[in-house]
């Protein structure tokens, strides 16, 4: 069983910047797709960025374009979120995913949460205006 673990969250004015840190606890790190998603307050689970296997391809929902930016560094077990020019609509909790199955994942199937085998247990954003 892998387990993610997210951290970084915290609360921030409009126009500042984050970064959450989410470590995986398996040595197949490289092997794993990963994504970020969040969750607002009433809201359905939301996809935000997400980052193939070897780093090569990053998928990310319109909205952060320009704003966020997913990396991993495999050595570390780590897949990172820097979020900049934060607005209050981020207000979320954010979660990590990890994908077993990220071989040949098109960046359509990476934006889907059914794609990942494992989730961590979530860090809050709260952007104040």
């Known amino acids: 069983q892998v387990q993610l673990v997210e951290s970084g969250g915290g609360l921030v004015q409009a126009g500042g910047s984050l970064r959450l840190s989410c470590v995986a606890s398996?040595?197949?790190?490289?092997?794993?797709?990963m994504a970020w998603f969040r969750q607002a307050p009433g809201k359905d689970r939301e996809f935000v960025t997400a980052?193939?296997?070897?780093?090569?391809?990053?998928t990310n929902l319109a909205s952060v374009k320009g704003r966020f930016t997913i990396s991993r560094d495999n050595a570390k077990n780590t897949v990172y979120l820097q979020m900049n020019s934060l607005i209050p609509e981020d207000t979320a909790v954010y979660y990590c995913a990890g994908s077993s199955r990220a071989f040949g994942m098109t960046p359509a199937q990476s934006m889907a949460p059914n794609r990942y085998d494992y989730w961590g247990q979530g860090t809050q954003v709260t952007v104040s205006s």
């Open positions: 980052i193939s296997w070897s780093g090569a391809t990053t």
């Open positions: 398996t040595n197949s790190f490289s092997n794993y797709g």
